[in-house]
């Protein structure tokens, strides 16, 4: 079952545009949601993150859009950049359970093209 | 160097045998999670510790999986008589605490078994 789901496996971009990558879960209990980047051989890297308490953050050109009753997620890149191009993850945990464990999509392949 | 180190990076091993891969995380983080990408799929998450508590052992596939972590630094996730099913890239993250801190990864290991 999985919980977190990414139905995008690829998306290509023009470079100056925007990038739209999104994600949908389906445990009402996901409180912190975060976005990571993976380049090939590298482990993923923190990107940004956002508490169920608000609906969006932003981080220069990244913004994090947050759905609660849609379930859903969404991460904006203005403008997208050729550097861009990775394996963005999104990933939701329940703090209050106390597991403390993130659950991870299964990735969006961004390719941005010059 | 400051970022979380995996070992070896790469690991070939025949059907059958055991291996051993190898987590330092960030000096300082009481966090460490285990995780593994199979080709194809997302971040699945296998093991997680925190500080002095039990680990939390609820994605570990099998009985033939284990993970210690001593002094609460290094980890060690083992691996016994390993099958082609258990090919994929092991990846080690550890955080600064366990809340809603974003986890740091090393850049795993990629393990073929034959």
């Known amino acids: 079952d999985q919980q977190v789901k990414q139905n995008s496996p690829s998306l290509s971009v023009q470079e100056g545009r925007i990038s739209i990558l999104n994600c949908d879960y389906t445990n009402s209990m996901f409180d912190y949601f975060l976005w990571y980047k993976k380049y090939p051989a590298e482990g993923p890297t923190f990107l940004i993150s956002?508490?169920?308490?608000?609906d969006k953050n932003e981080d220069g050109r990244f913004t994090v859009f947050l759905n609660k009753s849609a379930k859903h997620l969404s991460l904006h890149i203005v403008p997208s950049q050729p550097g861009d191009s990775a394996v963005y993850f999104c990933a939701a945990s329940d703090l209050t359970s106390g597991t403390y464990k993130y659950i991870f999509g299964t990735g969006t392949r961004l390719k941005v093209l010059a | 160097g400051a970022g979380v180190s995996q070992s070896p990076s790469n690991k070939v091993t025949e059907k059958g045998k055991d291996v051993e891969l190898r987590c330092d995380p960030i000096?300082?983080?009481?966090?460490l999670y285990w995780y593994r990408q199979s080709l194809g799929q997302g971040l699945e998450f296998l093991i997680y510790f925190q500080g002095n508590s039990a680990p939390d052992k609820s994605g570990l596939p099998s009985d033939r999986f284990s993970a210690e972590r001593t002094g609460g630094s290094v980890s060690t996730l083992t691996i016994q008589r390993t099958q082609q099913e258990d090919s994929a890239v092991y990846l080690c993250?550890?955080?600064?605490?366990?809340?809603?801190?974003?986890?740091?990864f090393g850049d795993g290991t990629r393990l073929s078994i034959l």
């Open positions: 956002i508490s169920s308490i608000k």
């Open positions: 993250a550890s955080s600064y605490d366990y809340s809603n801190q974003p986890q740091h």
């Open positions: 000096s300082g983080h009481t966090a």
